[in-house]
């Protein structure tokens, strides 16, 4: 069953947790996180009724940071920074220049 109000917590078969966030009336809302099944945290991104709405943050497997960057009604919006696996900067890309 579907939580309307309330922390929902999904896990994988080994125990650990997969997805962790609050719903409100049927929705996510607020910061919901996700990781990979070795605890490593994959991403953390701000909801807002249902909606992708503010900062948004995912990491690699190895758990160096993949991407930093912020929503804006559903879709990306502003400048997000992209990472390589070693740390390294990759890019920019400015959404809001699109």
Do not use: C
Request: glycine share 12%; no cysteine; net charge positive.
């Amino acid at each position: 069953s579907v939580v309307q109000n309330g922390e929902v917590i999904k896990r994988y078969s080994n125990g650990v947790i997969r997805m962790k966030g609050m719903m409100k009336n049927g929705h996510r809302d607020g910061p919901w996180q996700s990781w990979y099944s070795t605890g490593i945290q994959w991403s953390e991104t701000t909801f807002d009724n249902g909606i992708k709405n503010g900062k948004t943050t995912t990491w690699y497997a190895t758990g160096a940071k993949r991407y930093d960057g912020y929503y804006s009604n559903d879709l990306p919006s502003g400048k997000w920074i992209f990472y390589s696996e070693k740390g390294e900067l990759e890019k920019t890309v400015d959404y809001s220049k699109h």
